[in-house]
C-alpha cells in the first residue's frame, strides 16, 4: 500500500475515533443524568443565568453551528490536542442543549460548593482548560525562543 493510501486510511480510523468519543461522551452524560439521584432542573442559561428562551436558543445555535464549522474546516489543520478540546466542548454543548431542547431544562446533579452541574458541563470546562493550557504553554515556549535567540 503507498504512503498517501495509507495516510488516507489513518485519517479515517482517527477520525472514526473522534466521533465515536463524541457519541461517548454524550452517552455517558445523558445515563449518569438519567441513574443520579438527586437532580436539580435547570430551567436558566448556563451557570444558571436567567436569560429569555429566544436569546438562549440564539446562543446555543451560533455557538454550536460555529464550534461544528469550526472543527469541519480545520480539523486537517488542527494539533489533536485541540481538536480534541474542541470535540469536547461540542459534546458537552450538545448534551445540554439537546436535553434543554426535549425535557425544557437541564439535568444538573453534581453538587460543588453554591453549584450545581453535571458531566457535561465538565466537558465544556475540560475542553477550555486544554486550549488555555496549550495556548499558555505555546505562548511561554515562544517567548523563551525569542529570549534565547535575543542573547
Do not use: C
Not at 436567567?50 to 486537517?76: C, E, N, R
Not at 459534546?91 to 434543554?100: M, W
Amino acid at each position: 500500500m503507498d504512503t498517501a493510501q495509507n495516510h488516507k486510511n489513518n485519517e479515517g480510523a482517527v477520525k472514526g475515533s473522534f466521533v465515536f468519543l463524541f457519541v461517548i461522551l454524550i452517552a455517558t452524560d445523558q445515563a449518569s443524568k438519567y441513574l443520579a439521584k438527586d437532580i436539580f432542573q435547570n430551567h436558566n442559561f448556563a451557570f444558571s443565568l436567567p436569560v429569555s428562551a429566544y436569546l438562549m436558543y440564539l446562543v446555543y445555535f451560533i455557538g454550536i453551528a460555529s464550534i461544528a464549522a469550526y472543527l469541519f474546516k480545520q480539523h486537517q489543520n488542527l494539533p489533536k490536542a485541540n481538536f480534541f478540546a474542541w470535540l469536547v466542548i461540542l459534546a458537552g454543548a450538545v448534551s445540554n442543549v439537546g436535553e434543554r431542547v426535549v425535557l425544557g431544562y437541564v439535568r444538573d446533579w453534581i453538587y460543588i460548593g453554591n453549584g450545581v452541574f453535571n458531566f457535561a458541563d465538565g466537558y465544556i470546562i475540560a475542553g477550555l482548560l486544554i486550549l488555555i493550557l496549550r495556548d499558555t504553554n505555546i505562548r511561554m515556549h515562544a517567548n523563551d525562543t525569542n529570549n534565547t535567540n535575543s542573547i
